[in-house]
């Protein structure tokens, strides 16, 4: 390809990008039926021979934009699915270019430089013991996995089994304690590790989901304690400093899964519910959650540096490792080899933003959930959690009501939220997560809400 036709065709995709975020607040924010049923243009037989490039850019931009749900507008509820910080967009665009395989130093000077940089300032950021280890993912389903490997392992290297060399089978058990409702990605993180569901120990919640610190059983070295920063309903936040006090005196091993609500340690008026967090050994969180980064990226933290290079660590005499502070080898702290430059996206992210902006950001979330709340009950809805930070459970009278009404504001186009189940009962779970949710996106959100529950009523 000649360098026109290179430009030409990148300044297309430009264009239809632009196009796309330029409009993308006043799209539906779920794509109507005719949209879903336009993607049949997708569904031929792999061609014989090649296919124009602007052509197949035309197809995407034509057939596959609208049909894509508007995430990055201000009226997604959904999946605690955060926006786009349009400075990390513009980044990754860039660092498409690059295509950039970040496993190691020598394949990247400049992602391992941003990888290092980003670990110290996440440290920094929550508040983290010096030198904690870090590592970027995919999600925290991911970095929920790596934290916890380097937790069995470390438990069962103090204990003299050799892990790598001498497999599960006859190991020294090792006890899990966790919250009755502690998130699904932890569940299937647990059982992929090898610790069977039925092996594991559940500790009673509270109303609002907290683990109930009184009602745990007796802590030893042997054991892995799993907290939450944040229940994915109601948004509380487990007990964590109690529960960490009462594990180092054990010698347990503390593991954090923060996905979206870790970053209430970044916030002066929310640090509260994370107290203690430095208190743990390991952390998962989500960068494209709360702090608004691109997709995808997850990250896992670790106390112990090493603990989680031993569990992660790939080898093999082809492999070019650097072992070097200056010169950090990204696939140390990760299950990938292969990897994607999520450190460009990050580091953009947090540099956009700077301390004040990531609190600013923390903080504008929860108000607006907040408001959200505040503006549902005036409506008669029912909230039925404390609003702590940025999560909202909401019914209505009946369960069949709640069930219809989420329904309709699902086709509504006017916003997206997604449905739960708390206490045995149906509701509509509203994730209050993008930088560019407005009081304006609420309003006509909350007004889609009354519309859905009239419909529902009527059965129109």
Same mark, same amino acid.
């Given at each position: 390809?000649?360098?026109?036709?290179?430009?030409?065709?990148?300044?297309q995709?430009?264009?239809y990008?632009l196009d796309?975020?330029?409009g993308?607040n006043e799209?539906?924010v779920f794509?109507d039926?005719d949209?879903i049923?336009?993607?049949?243009?997708?569904?031929g037989a792999?061609?014989?021979g090649?296919?124009?490039?602007?052509?197949i850019l035309?197809?995407?931009?034509?057939?596959? @934009?609208p049909?894509t749900?508007?995430?990055t507008g201000?009226?997604?509820?959904g999946?605690?699915?955060?926006?786009?910080?349009r400075a990390a967009?513009a980044?990754?665009?860039?660092?498409?270019?690059w295509d950039?395989?970040?496993a190691?130093?020598v394949? @990247?000077p400049?992602?391992?430089?941003l990888e290092?940089?980003?670990?110290r300032?996440l440290?920094?950021?929550?508040?983290?013991?010096e030198g904690a280890a870090?590592?970027?993912v995919s999600? !925290?389903?991911?970095a !929920?996995?790596c $934290?916890?490997?380097?937790?069995?392992?470390?438990i069962l290297d103090?204990?003299?089994?050799?892990?790598?060399?001498?497999?599960?089978?006859?190991?020294?058990?090792i006890?899990?304690l966790?919250?009755?409702?502690?998130?699904?990605?932890v569940f299937k993180?647990?059982?992929?590790?090898?610790?069977?569901?039925?092996?594991l120990?559940?500790?009673p919640?509270d109303?609002?989901?907290?683990m /109930?610190?009184g009602?745990?059983?007796?802590l030893?070295?042997?054991?892995i304690? /799993?907290?939450?920063?944040g229940n994915?309903?109601?948004?509380?936040?487990?007990? /964590?400093d109690?529960i960490c006090?009462?594990a180092?005196?054990?010698n347990?091993w503390v593991?954090?899964?923060?996905?979206f609500g870790?970053w209430?340690?970044?916030?002066e $008026?929310?640090r509260?519910?994370?107290?203690?967090?430095?208190?743990a050994d390991s952390?998962?969180?989500?960068?494209?959650?709360?702090?608004n980064?691109?997709f995808?990226c997850g990250i896992?933290?670790c106390r112990?540096r090493e603990?989680?290079?031993?569990?992660?660590q790939?080898?093999g @005499?082809?492999?070019?490792?650097s072992?070097?502070?200056?010169r950090r080898?990204g696939?140390?702290y !990760?299950l990938?080899?292969?990897?994607c430059a999520?450190?460009?996206?990050l580091?953009?992210?947090?540099k956009?933003?700077?301390?004040?902006?990531? +609190?600013?950001?923390?903080d504008r979330?929860?108000?607006r959930a907040?408001?959200f709340?505040e503006?549902?009950?005036?409506?008669k809805?029912?909230?039925?959690n404390?609003?702590v930070f940025?999560?909202i459970?909401?019914s209505?009278?009946t369960?069949? +009501?709640? +069930?219809?009404?989420?329904?309709?504001?699902?086709?509504s186009g006017e916003?997206?939220?997604g449905?739960?189940?708390?206490?045995g009962?149906p509701v /509509?779970?509203?994730s209050v997560?993008?930088?560019? !949710?407005?009081a304006e996106?609420i309003d006509? @959100?909350v007004a889609?809400?009354?519309v859905?529950? +009239?419909?529902a009523?009527?059965?129109?």
């Amino acid at each position: 390809m000649i360098d026109k036709e290179r430009r030409e065709l990148f300044e297309q995709a430009k264009s239809y990008a632009l196009d796309y975020m330029e409009g993308v607040n006043e799209r539906a924010v779920f794509p109507d039926e005719d949209a879903i049923e336009r993607l049949d243009v997708f569904d031929g037989a792999l061609p014989e021979g090649p296919a124009e490039s602007s052509e197949i850019l035309r197809l995407l931009h034509e057939y596959g @934009s609208p049909a894509t749900v508007a995430q990055t507008g201000g009226r997604y509820f959904g999946f605690v699915i955060g926006g786009a910080n349009r400075a990390a967009v513009a980044a990754k665009w860039l660092s498409s270019a690059w295509d950039q395989n970040s496993a190691l130093y020598v394949m @990247s000077p400049i992602v391992s430089r941003l990888e290092a940089v980003c670990e110290r300032w996440l440290v920094d950021l929550f508040g983290l013991p010096e030198g904690a280890a870090a590592g970027l993912v995919s999600g !925290t389903s991911v970095a !929920t996995i790596c $934290g916890l490997a380097a937790a069995r392992n470390d438990i069962l290297d103090r204990l003299g089994w050799d892990l790598s060399l001498k497999g599960l089978f006859g190991a020294p058990k090792i006890r899990v304690l966790l919250g009755d409702q502690a998130h699904s990605s932890v569940f299937k993180a647990l059982s992929l590790l090898g610790f069977g569901l039925e092996n594991l120990e559940t500790v009673p919640v509270d109303d609002q989901g907290r683990m /109930i610190a009184g009602r745990m059983p007796e802590l030893d070295d042997r054991t892995i304690v /799993i907290v939450q920063a944040g229940n994915v309903n109601s948004g509380a936040f487990d007990p /964590i400093d109690e529960i960490c006090d009462l594990a180092k005196k054990a010698n347990s091993w503390v593991h954090v899964d923060g996905a979206f609500g870790l970053w209430a340690a970044a916030s002066e $008026g929310k640090r509260f519910l994370a107290k203690g967090i430095e208190k743990a050994d390991s952390w998962s969180v989500d960068a494209h959650k709360t702090l608004n980064a691109p997709f995808d990226c997850g990250i896992v933290l670790c106390r112990n540096r090493e603990a989680l290079i031993s569990a992660m660590q790939s080898k093999g @005499s082809y492999i070019q490792y650097s072992r070097d502070d200056k010169r950090r080898d990204g696939m140390l702290y !990760t299950l990938d080899m292969s990897r994607c430059a999520r450190a460009v996206e990050l580091w953009t992210t947090l540099k956009s933003l700077g301390k004040s902006g990531v +609190e600013k950001l923390v903080d504008r979330l929860c108000d607006r959930a907040a408001e959200f709340a505040e503006k549902l009950r005036g409506q008669k809805f029912n909230v039925l959690n404390d609003v702590v930070f940025n999560q909202i459970l909401v019914s209505c009278d009946t369960d069949e +009501e709640t +069930e219809a009404t989420l329904k309709k504001v699902q086709e509504s186009g006017e916003c997206w939220c997604g449905g739960a189940v708390w206490e045995g009962r149906p509701v /509509i779970r509203v994730s209050v997560c993008s930088e560019v !949710t407005t009081a304006e996106d609420i309003d006509r @959100s909350v007004a889609a809400f009354v519309v859905a529950r +009239e419909g529902a009523r009527s059965g129109n």
